[in-house]
């Protein structure tokens, strides 16, 4: 398997690189333009890159272009939490996983948004595997929150020194 992995924040990946350990091709995908404002976009960047040079693990960074995640949630603004923002919000990210994956070279697109209690896990994984579908990918349904994912990710956290926000990432999720 080839799988490009979608990391939303340093804390979430610390998990599944631990239990990914010996895959035959793994990359971390760092690519949140929903994270508001740019001074804490920079933050998780730098804690994602703290990471890697612990972990060194192949990684790349997408394009921070906010203008285009604001478009895509356009509407629904002001929805509740795990409601259609949300839904739009993993949908955008995943499609974004789903073309890079495919232009470069990867045959499986997954992401660590499940190591969050505060996600919809099953709407996660719809989503993925509809995206993959459509883009002729697999998609790497794990649950990493699973078999105390999220506690193993806050110790994981904390020997790493990684930061650890406490909002989920968009303007409207700052209130
Ligand atoms: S609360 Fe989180 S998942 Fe929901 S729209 Fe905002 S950044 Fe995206």
Redesign the pocket.
């Known amino acids: 398997m080839r799988l490009l992995l979608h990391v939303?924040c340093a804390p979430d990946a610390t998990v599944a690189l631990e239990r990914l350990q010996g895959m035959e091709r793994l990359r971390l995908w760092f690519d949140?333009p929903?994270?508001h404002p740019s001074e804490e976009y920079a933050r998780r960047m730098e804690a994602f890159l703290k990471l890697i040079c612990h972990t060194g693990t192949d990684y790349q960074l997408g394009l921070y272009n906010p203008e285009t995640w604001f478009e895509a949630?356009k509407g629904h603004e002001l929805?509740p939490?795990?409601?259609e923002?949300?839904r739009?919000?993993?949908s955008f990210?995943l499609k974004r996983t789903a073309e890079q994956a495919h232009q470069s070279g990867f045959d499986t697109i997954g992401t660590v948004?499940t190591t969050s209690p505060?996600?919809k896990t099953t709407m996660v994984h719809e989503l993925g595997e509809a995206i993959a579908r459509d883009f002729g990918l697999g998609y790497f349904s794990e649950d990493f929150k699973k078999r105390d994912g999220f506690k193993r990710s806050v110790e994981l956290s904390r020997q790493f020194g990684l930061y650890r926000q406490n909002?989920?990432?968009?303007?409207?999720?700052m209130r």
Request: charged share 25%; hydrophobic share 25%.
């Open positions: 939303c949140n929903n994270i949630v929805e939490e795990k409601g923002r949300c739009l919000c993993v990210r948004l505060h996600k909002y989920c990432g968009c303007l409207y999720s």
